[in-house]
């Protein structure tokens, strides 16, 4: 493997963990909003179930659909969120493995222009 292939590698690795980063960002967005959905649901049935409005059994329902809803999306991108971070740190593995194979010659090493 030539060090040109390796940069093409190191490249390609690195434009995939951006993506994944981004995954990773939008779904700690949706747990997020699945936490409101559920906090929502809830507060939507205690005050059904208190009677503080009037809304009757449907905002009963809808509050429960709420908050299952919530429960379902954020167990879900919980899970996703698990496996695009490990996703992450595999290409982060590969993509040092990668460089440690070039061989970086250290800045102390280069000669040194005078002015």
């Known amino acids: 493997?030539?060090?040109?292939?390796?940069?093409?590698?190191?490249?390609?690795?690195?434009?995939?963990?951006?993506?994944?980063?981004?995954?990773?960002?939008?779904?700690?967005?949706?747990?997020?909003?699945?936490?409101?959905?559920?906090?929502g649901g809830f507060a939507l049935l205690l005050i059904t179930v208190l009677g503080l409005s009037g809304a009757g059994q449907t905002a009963a329902l809808g509050s429960i659909a709420l908050v299952l809803g919530g429960i379902v999306s954020y167990g879900s991108n919980v899970s996703t969120l698990r496996q695009t971070e490990a996703a992450i740190s595999e290409a982060e593995a590969r993509r040092s493995e990668l460089i440690g194979r070039i061989g970086l010659r250290l800045v102390h090493d280069a000669p040194l222009k005078l002015m």
């Open 1 to 39: 493997m030539t060090e040109d292939d390796s940069t093409d590698d190191i490249s390609e690795i690195e434009a995939r963990i951006e993506e994944l980063a981004e995954s990773a960002e939008r779904s700690r967005r949706i747990i997020l909003g699945s936490k409101a959905a559920i906090a």
